[in-house]
């Protein structure tokens, strides 16, 4: 059974950077096949896909937050991160890890609520 927990903070001031950590257990992700996303749902809105790292290392992240957005992953780990920088209250927001594969999102973490204020 896989699992993914995110962890970080869980207040930001306004301007600064958001880290998360997705720790993944029961899976690893260099695994032939997968994807390891990050989703974001901010209060009273629909989830927001913000990126992913595939299995081989690459990357891909939305195009409205391209410019803010960094995945990376710690394979000795198995934990992959978030970095959104320049952050303002628009990013408050539970977010979410999860494993994609081919046909859907199959395996979340639980989310955790971040809030941007001073």
């Known amino acids: ?5 995110e962890s970080g903070p869980g207040l930001v001031k306004p301007s600064q950077t958001l880290s998360l950590t997705c720790t993944v257990s029961g899976g690893s992700i260099t695994t032939n096949g997968y994807g390891w996303t990050w989703i974001r749902q901010p209060p009273g809105k ?9 299995y081989s290392g690459s990357t891909g992240y939305s195009p409205s ?3 803010r957005t960094t995945i990376s992953r710690d394979t000795n ?3 992959f991160t978030l ?7 628009e990013d408050t927001a539970v977010y ?6 081919s046909a859907s999102y199959d395996y979340w973490g639980k989310g955790t609520l971040v809030t941007v204020s001073s």
């Open 77 to 79: 780990k198995n934990q």
């Open 1 to 5: 059974q896989v699992q993914l927990q």
């Open 96 to 101: 979410y890890c999860a494993r994609v594969t």
């Open 83 to 89: 970095q959104l920088s320049s952050v303002t209250p």
């Open 46 to 54: 629909g989830l927001e896909w913000m990126g992913a790292i595939v």
């Open 65 to 67: 937050l391209k410019s």
